[in-house]
């Protein structure tokens, strides 16, 4: 929302940052802008949220559950639930990877995996037939056998 304000308060309040933002906001944002919002602790708008990354875009107020429901349903109608609960890890994941090849030899197990799946085929027949795909398979249910292919750490 354009009206939004948001803030990494932590340190006005005496405490540190928690919920994992010091590992995931230096990643979105990139460490100096993420230092400077933690360490001053200062409320920021939403059009500097915007120019920081933390966001995709603003909208007016009226508009933000419509936008939200808007992607929502571009996602949902569009998509294979499949392909976007493996890319989600995927992105994620990866994140923490210490060298590219780490995400090649797990995105071309997805990409062989999914390539002879049911949504693929049926994204190919849409497509070659100009109509909106209609995809069955279910992150419930129908992902690879190699998911979840990371290794939990152990934690003390």
Request: net charge positive.
């Amino acid at each position: 929302s354009t009206a939004a304000r948001m803030g990494f308060v932590f340190a006005r309040r005496g405490i540190v940052p928690e919920a994992c933002s010091s590992w995931f906001l230096p990643r979105v944002v990139g460490i100096s802008r993420a230092a400077e919002w933690v360490y001053t602790g200062r409320i920021f708008s939403a059009e500097e949220a915007l120019a920081g990354g933390l966001v995709s875009r603003i909208v007016p107020p009226a508009d933000l559950l419509a936008t939200a429901r808007g992607l929502a349903r571009e996602i949902a109608d569009n998509t294979s639930a499949v392909s976007v609960a493996l890319s989600r890890q995927l992105l994620w994941r990866m994140l923490g990877a210490d060298h590219p090849m780490e995400a090649h030899q797990v995105d071309s197990r997805a990409i062989y995996w999914m390539g002879s799946s049911a949504d693929a085929r049926e994204g190919v027949a849409a497509f070659l037939e100009k109509r909106p795909a209609r995809f069955t398979l279910r992150p419930s249910a129908d992902l690879p056998g190699f998911y979840p292919w990371w290794t939990p750490r152990p934690f003390r």
